[in-house]
């Protein structure tokens, strides 16, 4: 399975974003999934997690509220609706798949997209 992220790009404190994650091969809708971001010299965090029928949706406290997970199986995409954008927002987004085990655990993840930036202004 091959992940493509897009949709990041500059935007001001209080703007939207929607990432997408394109994953090839129909495998993917049978993955639990996630975001991770990473900001400059910070590691690696998670974000939010969907089971592969588009439940289980698990949030970091910090993005509740504001970011929304989803996908959409027949096109083989998730996504990330992220509002209410925060300069502390800024990062590289990474989406994952495969997930087996807790869905806040980076290794627990199989595959991954090579990110998008993603940077807020003040």
């Known amino acids: 399975v091959q992940l493509q992220a897009s949709g990041g790009g500059f935007v001001q404190a209080g703007g939207s974003l929607r990432l997408s994650c394109a994953a090839s091969?129909?495998?993917?809708?049978?993955?639990?999934s996630g975001w991770f971001r990473q900001a400059p010299g910070k590691e690696r965090e998670f974000v939010a997690a969907?089971?592969?029928?588009?439940?289980?949706?698990h949030y970091a406290d910090y993005v509740k509220g504001r970011f929304t997970i989803s996908r959409d199986n027949t096109k083989n995409t998730m996504y990330l609706q992220m509002n209410s954008l925060k300069p502390g927002g800024t990062a590289v987004y990474y989406c994952?798949?495969?997930?087996?085990?807790?869905?806040?655990?980076?290794?627990?993840?199989?595959?991954w997209g090579q990110g998008t930036q993603v940077t807020v202004s003040s």
């Open positions: 994952a798949a495969q997930l087996s085990g807790s869905p806040e655990v980076s290794a627990n993840y199989g595959y």
């Open positions: 091969g129909h495998a993917f809708r049978s993955y639990s």
């Open positions: 969907i089971r592969s029928n588009g439940a289980g949706i």
